[in-house]
Each structure stands twice: as structure tokens, then as C-alpha cells.
């Protein structure tokens, strides 16, 4: 016999495990449907977890500044440990861009952000690991950190489950059920569940759960979402032996396209600068005689010297799913009644996690729309493509 949900979530990454826990925890029954394995190469696995709130779009700052409570008071809220840690944040400009920062440290300011300009001199007192040569000036987040992305999800699945979720995995994952335009419900392995709403939060994997099912936004006809998958990677290094690394904050430098932060004691992770494509079928690990490896450290080593010399600990990379506005795809699909969209996070949706997973449960369980979701809407796409966001800066 068919199971029966209020609510199906199609994907385990943290923003399917954020939404299925609140609606749990709001009294909902929820299955949370995911792919056998497949985790092991999901962006939230790989996420370098950073928390913070300077954005170029304040509406992914209002998010993540909706969700550091819920980092910071993680097991009084959730319950369990989400691997919180607060490091400090600092955003670094140079000339260009230093009047851009002043406005968006006052913007962040009037959304109760807590944050302020600092001068490079300001700055290097604090840190004295780095060289902010070209610097001209930062915004500092003194709350901001990083947490464990994986444990994360984890938690929240599993505080999901204790509120009783249905979690059900499938070696070839879920599908979606349709009737007519009517999306119904989803089949994973042998189970079917039936509900009256079908969240798809599978990440770069969600266009294809919609294709499937020949389901899409309706503005060319076509099938599908538009997604693109494109791969993002990180390396960690030993820094023991780089001089002030133990005071290190986390770190985003616009002057140069690269971010860094603590990774635990006597470790630094760091961007790798990859091809703006998916990333090569069923590889996690980037090699570390790479030669983006090289071009991740040299970026890297314009702050902190040391790193160039840093023995490799660890390199990795994932797909993330990316809109063509840079905005994500969160709400109801007006085209397919039952189906609603929570995709597309664009390189930030770990920091956004708990503040999207509230605000769609609430959407879900009481019909209300929640003002900081208006921007997401995914009909945006069915008129055509919707110009893309303001990029403030050189590299954000
Ligand atoms: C290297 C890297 C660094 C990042 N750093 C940061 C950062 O510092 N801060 C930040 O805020 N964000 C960061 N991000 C982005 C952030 O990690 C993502 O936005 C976020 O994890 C997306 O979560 P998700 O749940 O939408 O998707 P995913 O994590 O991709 O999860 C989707 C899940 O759906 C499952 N799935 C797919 N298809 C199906 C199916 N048919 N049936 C069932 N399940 C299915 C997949 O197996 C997967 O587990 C980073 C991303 C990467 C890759």
C-alpha cells in the first residue's frame, strides 16, 4: 500500500534535511527521500561551511543573518552539535570598491548584522599572519564562523527522523509522481509516498528529478529547471608552522578571488580556483600535484606567505547548482500544483540553511508567504530569464 505524507522532500544535502526537520518539528509528516551513497559527493558534504553575512545580495544576507542565531544556539534550538566555531569574519577590498563596502556594512548594520569598517593598519594588529599589501579597506563580522556542513545535515536529518520523518533512501533515489500537471507524490526504490506537496531540494541533481517527470517552469514548455551544475573546491594545508596562524579569522579577499579560514588547530583550508563546469562523474578528490592546486595557493599565499611551503593535507571539490540570475529557486511552481522548488544555492546555501528550512516549513504548513523568500520565487524564470543579480564586487 502506498504511503501517504503531508509533505515528500527529494534530497539529504542540508537544505532538504533543514526543511524536513522543521516540518517535523512544526507536526508535519514528512518523508525525506534521498539516493543511496550519494551524499558522499553532495556540496554539502564537500561545503567549506563558512557562516557569515556580507553578500552582494541583501537577500541572501537577510538569510544568513536570519540563520546565525540557529549556528551559534545550535544545540539549545536543534539540539546536537553542528561543529560551530566562531573565528571572526573579515571581507577585504581594495581602492575600487572601498565606498561599496562603507554601504554594505551599513546595510548589513540596519538588518541587525553585527559588523563594522576596520583599516587595513586596524586589521594587521589583529592578524599579524597577514600581508594586506593592495588592501584598502575591511568589514569585519565578529559572530561569524564556520560549522561542519556534513554533521549538519546529519543532525538535522536525524533530529527529523526523532520527530517522526520517514528517511528513505533508494539506490537510483526518488521520482516524482504526476498526474496531468499535477505532481503527486514521489516513488524511491519500492516505496511510493503520496503527498500533497513535493519539495525537490536535490542540488545540482534537481533538474534532473523534474526532467524526469517532464515537469518545468513553464516559460519555453520545456522540461527541467534552470540549473547548471558547476564544481567548486577547496584545499586544507598544514599551518603549524605559519607565524600567527593560531589568532587567523575566516577570511573572504576580493582583491584577489580567493578565501581562507582556521580549519581546527594547526590546519588553514582555502579556495581552489576551478573551471566554471561540472565536475568530472563521480570525482570528489582534486590530486595535489594539480595544477589548480598551485594556483589555489599562490592566490592564497598574497595574505599569508606561508601557505606556498604548507604541506597538502587534503583537496576536494563538488558540484553546487547555479541559476542563471545567481538567485536561488525556492517556492511553489505555478505550472505543476503539488511541486515546490529549493535548489540552486549558488555557492552559499549552507549559510542560508536554517532560515530557508524554517521559512519553507511555514510556508508549507500554514499557506503564508514568507517575505524573506519573495525573492526566490522560481516563476521568475517562466516570462523568460530575469536579469541577473548586481555584482558589487570584483569577486562576490
Ligand atoms: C566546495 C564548496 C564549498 C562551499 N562553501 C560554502 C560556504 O563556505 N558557505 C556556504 O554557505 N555555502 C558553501 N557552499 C555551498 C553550499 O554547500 C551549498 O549551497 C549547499 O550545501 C546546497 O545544499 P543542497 O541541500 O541544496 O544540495 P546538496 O548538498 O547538493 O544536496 C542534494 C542532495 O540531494 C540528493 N539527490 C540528488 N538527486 C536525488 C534524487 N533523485 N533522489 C533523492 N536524492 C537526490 C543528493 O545525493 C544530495 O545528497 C559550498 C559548496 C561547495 C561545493
Redesign the pocket.
Same mark, same amino acid.
Given at each position: 500500500m502506498p504511503r501517504t505524507a503531508d509533505v515528500v522532500v527529494?534530497?539529504?544535502?542540508?537544505?532538504?534535511?533543514s526543511i524536513a526537520y522543521h516540518l517535523a518539528a512544526a507536526g508535519s509528516r514528512v518523508a525525506l527521500?534521498?539516493?543511496d551513497g550519494?551524499?558522499a559527493?553532495?556540496?554539502?558534504?564537500?561545503?567549506?561551511?563558512?557562516?557569515?553575512m556580507h553578500h552582494s545580495d541583501p537577500h541572501d544576507a537577510r538569510l544568513?543573518a536570519l540563520s546565525l542565531e540557529t549556528f551559534e544556539q545550535w544545540p539549545q534550538l536543534i539540539g546536537g552539535d553542528c561543529g560551530f566555531r566562531r573565528t571572526g569574519f573579515a571581507f577585504l577590498v581594495g581602492d575600487e570598491h572601498a565606498d561599496r563596502l562603507a554601504r554594505s556594512v551599513k546595510e548589513l548594520t540596519e538588518l541587525g548584522v553585527s559588523t563594522y569598517g576596520l583599516t587595513p593598519g586596524e586589521f594587521a594588529e589583529a592578524q599579524p599572519a597577514l600581508d594586506l599589501t593592495g588592501v584598502a579597506a575591511v568589514a569585519y563580522e565578529p559572530r561569524s564562523g564556520?560549522a561542519d556542513?556534513a554533521r549538519t545535515?546529519a543532525v538535522l536529518a536525524g533530529r527529523a527522523r526523532a520527530l517522526g520523518a520517514d528517511v528513505v533512501?533508494?539506490r537510483?533515489?526518488?521520482?516524482l509522481c504526476r498526474s496531468g500537471d499535477l505532481i503527486t507524490g514521489a516513488v524511491?526504490g519500492d516505496e511510493t509516498v503520496s503527498a500533497g506537496q513535493v519539495v525537490v *531540494?536535490? &542540488?545540482?541533481?534537481?533538474s +534532473?528529478?523534474c526532467a524526469d517527470a517532464g515537469a518545468g517552469l513553464g516559460g519555453d514548455g520545456g522540461a527541467g529547471l534552470p540549473l547548471h551544475a558547476r564544481?567548486?573546491?577547496?584545499a586544507v594545508a598544514d599551518s603549524a608552522a605559519l607565524p600567527g596562524a593560531e589568532r587567523l579569522c575566516m577570511i573572504i579577499d576580493d582583491t584577489a578571488g580567493t578565501?581562507f579560514r582556521p580549519d581546527g588547530p594547526g590546519r588553514v583550508l582555502f579556495r581552489i580556483p576551478l573551471e566554471p563546469t561540472a565536475a568530472p562523474e563521480g570525482s570528489t578528490r582534486i590530486p595535489a600535484d594539480a595544477e589548480e592546486i598551485g594556483v589555489g595557493r599562490a592566490l592564497a599565499a598574497r595574505r599569508l606567505h606561508g601557505i606556498t611551503a604548507a604541506p597538502l593535507i587534503d583537496a576536494?571539490?563538488?558540484?553546487?547548482?547555479y541559476t542563471d540570475d545567481g538567485r536561488a529557486l525556492v517556492g511553489p511552481v505555478g505550472r505543476h500544483p503539488g511541486l515546490y522548488l *529549493?535548489? &540552486?544555492?549558488?555557492?552559499? +546555501?549552507?549559510?542560508?540553511?536554517p532560515a530557508v528550512g524554517r521559512a519553507v516549513a511555514d510556508e508549507l504548513t500554514t499557506g503564508a508567504q514568507r517575505p524573506e523568500l519573495g525573492a526566490y520565487r522560481p516563476d521568475r524564470f517562466a516570462a523568460g530569464p530575469p536579469s541577473p543579480t548586481i555584482q558589487r564586487y570584483r569577486h562576490m
Open positions: 527529494i534530497g539529504d544535502g542540508v537544505v532538504g534535511a527521500l534521498a539516493r550519494a551524499f559527493h553532495s556540496a554539502t558534504r564537500h561545503s567549506a561551511g563558512q557562516v557569515r544568513a564556520y556542513p545535515a533512501s533508494a537510483a533515489g526518488a521520482r524511491a *531540494a536535490a &542540488g545540482a541533481g534537481s +534532473g528529478v564544481q567548486f573546491g577547496w578565501y576536494a571539490r563538488a558540484d553546487e547548482a *529549493a535548489t &540552486g544555492f549558488n555557492g552559499g +546555501g549552507f549559510k542560508t540553511a
